[in-house]
Structures are given as structure tokens and as C-alpha cells.
């Protein structure tokens, strides 16, 4: 599995992002997906995931109600929908996939085995 991230960039505070996280082979639509951010000179934390269907969602508190995290599964991408962006979402953001098949959503950086490479959004105020 190769995972590609994408759509980072520099943006004022308040504006949007979209990041895209595109996987090859054919069983993405069997995996949960999650995204994770590291800003500087910090660990690598949760942001959101995604069930394997799309049913279910879940979000760090720091970001609920302005990023929503979707798939295609027919296109084998997910997506970040980042708005009203504050500077202290700087970050380089990560897509991953979960470990376990049709699993639950889960917040631990253990629970996902492959990730992206990785794209750099910086938010100035």
C-alpha cells in the first residue's frame, strides 16, 4: 500500500485547505483512515479518521466543526476539508490507514501501519 498526500500549502488564518491522501492496490475501501499532524518540535498527534465506509467520523476537539474528514471510495482518496484555519493548525499532515480490517475508528498513531509522506500546511495570522 502507498499512500500520497497532498493540498498543503500556505494560507492566511481563516482560509481553507483541502488535503487529498491517494492509495493504490484495491482493499482501501476495506480500512478505516485517519489523518495526524506534527507541528514543530511536537509529536505527531490525531486530527480526524474515517471508517472504512465513510459511516463513521471522528475529530480531535482542537479542530470539531471547521475540518470534516471524507473518503471516495471509488477513487481510493480521502480527503481533509480544512476551514477557518488558526495558526496553530501548522503543521505537516499525515494520512494513514488502519491496521485491522472493516475496524473501529481509532486515535492512536499505533493502530495505523501505513502512512503518507506527509504535506506541509502553514497558517499565518
Known amino acids: 500500500v502507498q499512500l500520497q498526500a497532498s493540498g498543503g500549502g500556505l494560507v492566511q488564518a481563516g482560509g481553507s485547505l483541502r488535503l487529498s491522501c491517494a492509495a493504490s492496490?484495491?482493499?482501501?475501501?476495506?480500512?478505516?483512515m485517519g489523518w495526524f499532524g506534527q507541528a514543530p518540535g511536537k509529536e505527531r498527534e490525531f486530527v480526524a479518521a474515517?471508517?472504512?465506509?465513510?459511516?463513521?467520523?471522528s475529530y480531535a476537539d482542537s479542530v470539531k466543526g471547521r475540518f470534516t474528514i471524507s473518503r471516495d471510495n471509488a477513487k481510493n482518496t480521502a480527503y481533509l476539508q480544512m476551514n477557518s484555519l488558526k495558526p496553530e493548525d501548522t503543521a505537516v499532515y499525515y494520512c494513514?490507514?488502519?491496521?485491522?480490517?472493516?475496524?473501529?475508528?481509532?486515535?492512536?498513531?499505533?493502530?495505523?501501519?501505513?502512512w503518507g509522506q506527509g504535506t506541509l500546511v502553514t497558517v499565518s495570522s
Open positions: 494513514a490507514k488502519g491496521r485491522t480490517a472493516w475496524g473501529p475508528i481509532r486515535m492512536s498513531r499505533d493502530e495505523y501501519d501505513y
Open positions: 492496490g484495491r482493499t482501501f475501501s476495506m480500512y478505516s
Open positions: 474515517i471508517t472504512s465506509r465513510g459511516a463513521g467520523t
